[in-house]
Protein backbone atom coordinates (compact mmCIF):
# COMPACT_ATOMS: atom_id res chain seq x y z
CA UNK A 1 0.00 0.00 0.00
CA UNK A 2 1.02 3.45 -0.63
CA UNK A 3 -0.21 6.96 0.07
CA UNK A 4 1.11 10.11 -1.67
CA UNK A 5 0.24 13.35 -0.10
CA UNK A 6 0.74 16.60 -2.25
CA UNK A 7 -0.61 19.98 -2.54
CA UNK A 8 1.06 21.75 0.72
CA UNK A 9 3.69 24.74 0.25
CA UNK A 10 3.81 28.31 1.30
CA UNK A 11 0.30 30.20 1.94
CA UNK A 12 -0.40 33.78 3.32
CA UNK A 13 -2.29 33.99 6.48
CA UNK A 14 -5.49 33.91 5.48
CA UNK A 15 -5.11 31.44 2.22
CA UNK A 16 -6.30 28.17 1.06
CA UNK A 17 -4.58 25.24 -0.02
CA UNK A 18 -5.98 22.02 -1.12
CA UNK A 19 -4.37 18.46 -0.17
CA UNK A 20 -4.39 14.96 -1.49
CA UNK A 21 -3.68 12.24 -0.96
CA UNK A 22 -3.64 9.58 -3.76
CA UNK A 23 -3.56 5.83 -3.01
CA UNK A 24 -2.51 2.67 -4.62
CA UNK A 25 -1.91 -0.88 -4.07
CA UNK A 26 -5.33 -1.18 -2.27
CA UNK A 27 -9.07 -1.03 -2.45
CA UNK A 28 -9.28 2.71 -1.34
CA UNK A 29 -13.02 2.87 -1.12
CA UNK A 30 -12.91 0.60 1.90
CA UNK A 31 -11.22 2.29 4.16
CA UNK A 32 -11.28 4.90 6.17
CA UNK A 33 -9.10 8.16 5.50
CA UNK A 34 -7.71 10.34 7.72
CA UNK A 35 -5.35 13.49 7.84
CA UNK A 36 -3.06 14.30 10.84
CA UNK A 37 -0.62 16.89 11.28
CA UNK A 38 2.33 17.69 13.30
CA UNK A 39 4.09 20.86 13.96
CA UNK A 40 7.65 21.35 15.22
CA UNK A 41 8.51 19.80 18.47
CA UNK A 42 4.49 18.69 18.52
CA UNK A 43 2.64 15.18 18.49
CA UNK A 44 0.97 14.32 15.62
CA UNK A 45 -2.59 15.24 16.02
CA UNK A 46 -6.09 13.67 14.28
CA UNK A 47 -6.58 17.24 11.40
CA UNK A 48 -9.71 15.34 10.08
CA UNK A 49 -11.19 11.64 9.10
CA UNK A 50 -14.16 11.07 6.57
CA UNK A 51 -15.12 7.25 6.84
CA UNK A 52 -15.26 4.65 3.93
CA UNK A 53 -18.97 5.75 3.48
CA UNK A 54 -18.28 9.20 3.34
CA UNK A 55 -18.86 10.73 7.15
CA UNK A 56 -16.70 13.56 8.06
CA UNK A 57 -15.29 14.81 11.25
CA UNK A 58 -12.82 16.91 12.38
CA UNK A 59 -10.79 17.77 14.98
CA UNK A 60 -11.81 21.53 16.61
CA UNK A 61 -8.46 23.22 15.96
CA UNK A 62 -9.53 23.51 12.37
CA UNK A 63 -13.38 22.96 12.53
CA UNK A 64 -14.85 25.03 10.15
CA UNK A 65 -12.38 25.61 8.27
CA UNK A 66 -11.16 22.56 6.60
CA UNK A 67 -13.77 20.10 4.12
CA UNK A 68 -12.49 16.27 3.84
CA UNK A 69 -13.41 14.63 0.67
CA UNK A 70 -12.46 11.27 -1.00
CA UNK A 71 -12.81 10.22 -4.70
CA UNK A 72 -13.12 6.71 -4.56
CA UNK A 73 -12.78 6.43 -8.48
CA UNK A 74 -9.83 8.56 -8.19
CA UNK A 75 -8.52 6.47 -5.04
CA UNK A 76 -8.01 10.04 -3.75
CA UNK A 77 -8.72 11.47 -0.39
CA UNK A 78 -8.81 15.79 -0.47
CA UNK A 79 -7.94 18.14 2.94
CA UNK A 80 -9.92 21.38 1.57
CA UNK A 81 -7.91 24.09 4.30
CA UNK A 82 -9.08 27.40 4.42
CA UNK A 83 -8.27 30.91 6.38
CA UNK A 84 -5.02 29.04 7.12
CA UNK A 85 -3.14 30.74 10.15
CA UNK A 86 0.73 30.39 11.39
CA UNK A 87 -0.58 27.82 13.46
CA UNK A 88 -0.99 25.34 10.88
CA UNK A 89 2.21 25.36 9.89
CA UNK A 90 3.03 21.83 9.89
CA UNK A 91 3.55 18.53 7.83
CA UNK A 92 0.41 17.06 6.92
CA UNK A 93 0.34 13.42 6.89
CA UNK A 94 -2.71 11.10 5.18
CA UNK A 95 -3.05 7.52 7.11
CA UNK A 96 -5.50 4.85 5.87
CA UNK A 97 -6.96 3.92 9.15
CA UNK A 98 -3.68 4.58 10.92
CA UNK A 99 -2.62 1.71 9.37
CA UNK A 100 -0.71 2.82 6.05
CA UNK A 101 0.71 5.94 6.37
CA UNK A 102 1.77 8.22 3.53
CA UNK A 103 5.04 10.75 3.77
CA UNK A 104 3.53 14.32 4.34
CA UNK A 105 3.46 17.16 2.79
CA UNK A 106 4.76 20.57 4.22
CA UNK A 107 2.26 23.45 4.55
CA UNK A 108 3.82 26.54 5.53
CA UNK A 109 1.90 29.76 6.50
CA UNK A 110 3.65 32.80 7.01
CA UNK A 111 3.79 36.33 5.73
Known amino acids: VQLQASGGGLVQPGGSLRLSCKAS????????MNWYRQAPGKQRELVAV???????DYADSMKGRVTISRDNARRTGYLQMNSLKPEDTAVYYC??????WGRGTQVTVSS
Open 95 to 100: SLAGQH
Open 25 to 32: GTNFSIWN
Open 50 to 56: ITSRGSA
